[in-house]
């Protein structure tokens, strides 16, 4: 927590915290997976680099620089003697005035990392989940401007995971302003439609590392993406269907609002690309080599 070491039971911060009261911090969540040679984390810089952007477009100064911020990612995993981790750095805006403009409130910036096994379960990853369009739909992009990741946003996406998991379902799908599709609640979604994968275009979506990651590795193994925006029927009559995101890695969807996708388990096209994306996390594809980290 801001640049100290602190035991996780003293992890602890003011009542009166700016962002606990307002919303507004940025974040990463970011993976780090055991390797052969020991512990690997995924396009780091990345994210770091994200997180920067994202206080940036919120103006917020973080005290700190890319490469301090970097440093003390790698360290932190490694004083945990932790194999594999999530981590989640959080600026936040910290204890001062109160009242919406935080005026000289200090920018404070934490690190935490902690096991997190599979984000739509071990079923979930290897069979495929069932989702829901949601009644709420992602702000619009002056509301929540989408290249940031901010604390706030996440009260929206939680109405609608709440919804979905209340009707039955295992996770949400949110449309734009438009009634396009953009994303789940917390992660990217693709579909493949004639062996071809389409994903929705930046202007309404976080722009997802996973996402980047797979369009990458698709177009390497020569499979066809397009950034298009597509509509919600479009969705029911894909052959696969996926999520993308840190957390969900490459969850398969096998059903959207009671209609079966493709055969109701996952496609080639998705079995093949979360079967290279976990070689390459997990360092067993040496042409991704310089995605990882290693701590
Ligand atoms: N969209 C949203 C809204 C989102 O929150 C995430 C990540 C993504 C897309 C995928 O982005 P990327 O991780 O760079 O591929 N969501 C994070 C938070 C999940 C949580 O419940 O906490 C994550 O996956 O770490």
């Known amino acids: ?107 404070k910036v934490s690190i935490a ?6 984000y739509l379960g071990e079923e979930g990853i290897t069979k495929g989940i069932r989702i829901k369009v949601s ?5 619009h992009v002056n509301s929540n401007l989408s290249r940031g990741k901010v604390c706030g946003y996440y009260v929206n996406s939680q109405l609608a995971k709440k919804e979905a998991i209340s009707c039955g379902y295992d996770e949400a799908l949110l449309l734009d302003t438009e009634g396009y599709v953009s994303e789940g609640s917390g992660e990217n979604v693709f579909i ?31 499979i066809a993406t397009v950034e298009e925006r597509f509509t919600r029927d479009e969705l029911y009559i894909a052959e696969e269907a996926f999520f993308t995101g840190t957390a969900a890695e490459v969850t398969p969807i096998r059903e959207v609002d009671g209609r079966t996708i493709g055969e109701g388990k996952p496609g080639k096209v998705t079995k093949k690309l979360q079967s290279l994306f976990f070689d390459v996390v997990k360092g067993r594809n040496r042409q991704y080599e310089s995605w990882l980290t290693y701590v």
């Not at 690997?40 to 890319?66: C, D, G, N, Q, Y």
């Not at 990392?113 to 599979?118: E, K, L, S």
């Not at 009644?135 to 702000?139: A, P, V």
Request: net charge neutral; proline share 5%; aromatic share 10%.
């Open 1 to 107: 927590m801001d640049g100290e070491f602190v035991e996780w039971e003293k992890a602890n911060i003011h009542i009166l915290t700016h962002s606990l009261h307002y919303g507004l911090g940025v974040f990463e969540g970011i993976r780090c997976y055991a390797t052969e040679k020991g512990p690997a984390i995924f396009r780091l810089k990345e994210h770091v680099e994200r997180l920067f952007s994202s206080a940036h477009i919120f103006l917020m100064k973080i005290p700190f620089t890319e490469k301090e911020i970097m440093e003390a990612i790698i360290k932190t995993v490694a004083v945990n003697k932790i194999k594999e981790c999530y981590i989640r750095p959080l600026v936040y805006i910290g204890y001062g005035a109160m009242g919406l403009y935080p005026k000289d409130n200090p920018v």
């Open 113 to 118: 990392v902690w096991p997190w096994g599979t």
């Open 192 to 222: 493949v439609r004639n062996g071809a994968l389409k994903t929705t275009p930046l202007t309404s979506i976080l722009e997802g590392i996973t996402r980047d990651s797979i369009m990458e590795i698709a177009r390497n193994e020569g």
């Open 135 to 139: 009644s709420f739909i992602r702000g």
